[in-house]
């Protein structure tokens, strides 16, 4: 490989790098997504060198058009990206520089190093907001299911055993309620990425007389009142990798939450429970046998939450052994995250298809959330009321459910006065804690599944998603 091969740091080599090499240290294959980010933050630069004198008017806007002009080129898929370039950065500034002479000056007072930190900050903003955009949808989706079944009742589970009957709105905005703090924490990802690195060089910024909060600013670095923000310290800024584990942690967390929910869906639209029945379009048959619809969207989501850990898990121990600052490894940072958000917005859209596409079998919910044993803590709520202490009602409603299947019948259906036997405080009236809706209306609390408090939920939602 000729020595001009590396027009940008080749000066000081005698021989250029193996093809070998050239092809295992590239990351233009990448990185290229980059490119819209890349070329705002040269157009910010280069505002900022001619804003501070170190290039002319003129010279800005040649740069400025040729920038465009390459951009343009990308987006139509017609530039030609080259390996030999090694990144995204140094391809476009290459073909910048044989379109217009300024080029040569683009680079004054600017490193790679800061230079891939604000693009990647860029990206971050950008990446933030696309999937709390799409996490959105998969809310709006479950509000949607929820509001066309508000009044099916179902089981809630703990240890997967019938615990306490529920609303299924209030599970569905348990669930609303994961995706709503996955969007909180993408919001803090781009909160903490909106800061610019530009000014910080390679590591220890420039002796040149920049202006960095113009930059800043130029790049929409700035905060609620529209000041500028710089990075402060130029050896943290392109050693530090955070919001690509932050970003990363913020994909994977919405990955456990979707895999959870994905399970649930999965237990419910089984024969055993046939709760929901899932839409074709997200499932697929067996090869061999005939009858089946698997819920292969949900079985897949909970796999790819195994994934989006696992590249959290690289950018980990990709950080941890670093002396500051930067290191050739820290190019390994990018695959990770591209792959996070294109899994998690795949993902979340998959979600709100298969939650959008789902139905209720209404006469199953209403079969399982009509045994009686579902209200026994109601039962000993009841006792309570008449003065029994907690733990003494616990055992009285113990005893009768045992009671219940040594006689083989439902727990609403003893005689009265065998249950009298067992504890006198169970009153004529004891029956009356098995009417469903009333032991649901009773649930008043902030947080609980009474109708009060489920309407109260509906109204946040909606006004939430609007
Ligand atoms: N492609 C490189 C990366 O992604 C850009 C920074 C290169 N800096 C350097 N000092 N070699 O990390």
């Given at each position: 490989m000729a020595k001009s091969s590396q027009v940008t740091w080749g000066s000081r080599f005698t021989a250029g790098p193996a093809e070998l090499m050239l092809r295992f240290s590239e990351s233009v294959s990448f990185d290229h997504r980059l490119a819209p980010f890349d070329i705002a933050g040269s157009k910010a630069h280069s505002a900022m060198l001619a804003h501070v004198g170190l290039i002319s008017p003129k010279e800005r806007a040649a740069i400025h058009a040729g920038l465009d002009a390459i951009l343009a080129e990308i987006s139509a898929g017609k530039f030609k990206w080259e390996?030999?370039?090694?990144?995204v950065h140094m391809n476009i500034e290459q073909a910048l520089t044989q379109r217009v002479?300024?080029?040569?000056?683009?680079?004054?007072?600017?490193?790679r190093n800061d230079q891939v930190a604000t693009d990647m900050r860029l990206w971050f903003k950008h990446a933030t907001t696309v999937l709390g955009e799409k996490i959105l949808g998969t809310q709006r989706a479950l509000l949607a299911v929820a509001t066309a079944n508000r009044d099916v009742l179902i089981p809630g589970y703990t240890h997967l055993q019938r615990a306490q009957p529920v609303y299924l709105a209030h599970h569905l905005f348990a669930w609303m309620e994961m995706l709503q703090r996955d969007r909180a924490r993408l919001a803090d990802v781009a909160a903490h990425a909106n800061?610019?690195?530009?000014?910080?060089?390679?590591?220890a910024g420039t002796t040149l007389p920049i202006d960095r909060e113009f930059t800043a600013k130029a790049l929409g670095?700035?905060?609620?009142?529209?000041r500028p923000q710089v990075t402060q310290n130029s050896m943290d800024t392109v050693a530090d990798r955070d919001l690509f584990i932050e970003f990363a942690a913020a994909c994977a967390t919405f990955g456990v939450h979707m895999s959870r929910i994905a399970e649930d869906l999965i237990l419910w639209s089984s024969?055993?429970?046939?709760f929901i029945e899932l839409p074709d379009a997200f499932c697929t048959g067996s090869s061999l046998m005939p009858q089946k619809k698997n819920p292969d969207s949900c079985e897949l989501l909970r796999g790819k939450s195994a994934r989006l850990q696992g590249n959290l898990h690289t950018l980990l121990t990709l950080a941890k052994?670093?002396?500051?600052?930067?290191?050739?490894?820290?190019?390994?940072?990018k695959p990770p995250v591209f792959d996070s958000f294109d899994q998690t917005a795949l993902c979340a859209d998959v979600l709100a298809g298969t939650i959008g596409g789902m139905t209720l079998h209404r006469e199953r919910c209403a079969a399982a959330v009509?045994?009686?044993?579902?209200?026994a803590t109601d039962l000993a709520d009841y006792l309570v009321l008449r003065g029994v202490p907690f733990r003494q009602a616990h055992h009285a409603v113990g005893d009768i459910v045992k009671l219940a299947e040594k006689l083989g019948?439902?727990?609403?259906?003893?005689p009265t006065v065998e249950v009298q036997k067992i504890?006198?405080?169970?009153?004529?009236?004891?029956?009356?804690?098995?009417?469903l809706k009333r032991a649901l209306a009773k649930?008043?609390?902030?947080?609980?599944?009474g109708p009060k408090q489920v309407a109260k939920q509906f109204a946040r939602w909606q006004k939430a998603l609007k």
């Open positions: 390996i030999k370039l090694e990144d002479p300024a080029a040569a000056k683009l680079h004054t007072a600017r490193s800061w610019c690195p530009l000014g910080s060089g390679a590591i670095f700035v905060d609620a009142k529209g024969t055993e429970f046939k052994g670093l002396p500051l600052t930067y290191n050739r490894d820290l190019q390994e940072d009509a045994d009686p044993a579902l209200l019948l439902p727990l609403n259906q003893l504890n006198p405080a169970y009153g004529d009236d004891w029956l009356e804690v098995f009417d649930r008043t609390g902030t947080g609980m599944p």
